[in-house]
């Protein structure tokens, strides 16, 4: 695909990390479609712009507030940009969170995104959030035998 539409969505995942990391739910939210699928690493499941929304800023000012996103933009573990079309591609990429500016390597996780090429922006139409476990670390917590 182009290169501007990679970078496009590159600057989406910055967008999106910035709110995020500001406690701005409006401005996070505002990086999904209307109608977009939001799968948090614990299951729930959010529909539409509004409800991510709403739960974030719960979140932004409640347990989760002053938590900061890492990751990496390039490397090895930059994000993964695959087209299925000129409009839709599928986005994998990692990092954690922090509260102290600490790495924690137990709140890592793996996301997967869908963008969508909308009239005015790229914009997120589906989220899952999967917590990053080496198979060690499931058998610690008796999930994996």
């Not at 996070?28 to 409800?51: H, K, V, W």
């Not at 409640?62 to 990496?72: A, C, E, F, I, R």
């Not at 990429?93 to 922090?98: N, P, V």
């Not at 589906?126 to 917590?141: G, H, K, V, Y």
Request: no cysteine; hydrophobic share 40%; proline share 6%.
């Amino acid at each position: 695909m182009t290169e501007t539409a990679t970078a496009e969505i590159h600057d989406l995942l910055r967008r999106m990390t910035d709110a995020w990391n500001a406690g701005d739910a409006r401005a996070y939210a505002g990086q999904f479609t209307e109608d977009a699928d939001y799968i948090t690493f614990f299951g729930m499941r959010m529909t539409g712009r509004e409800a991510i929304e709403q739960s974030h800023r719960a979140l932004f000012e409640g347990p989760l507030k002053g938590v900061k996103l890492t990751g990496s933009a390039s490397g090895p573990a930059a994000p993964s940009i695959r087209f299925l079309r000129p409009d839709v591609a599928v986005v994998i990429a990692s990092g954690g969170s922090t509260l102290d500016g600490r790495p924690a390597p137990e709140r890592d996780s793996i996301i997967s995104l869908t963008a969508v090429r909308e009239p005015d922006a790229w914009r997120f139409a589906a989220f899952q959030n999967t917590r990053a476990a080496s198979p060690e670390q499931l058998r610690a917590m008796g999930g994996a035998r």
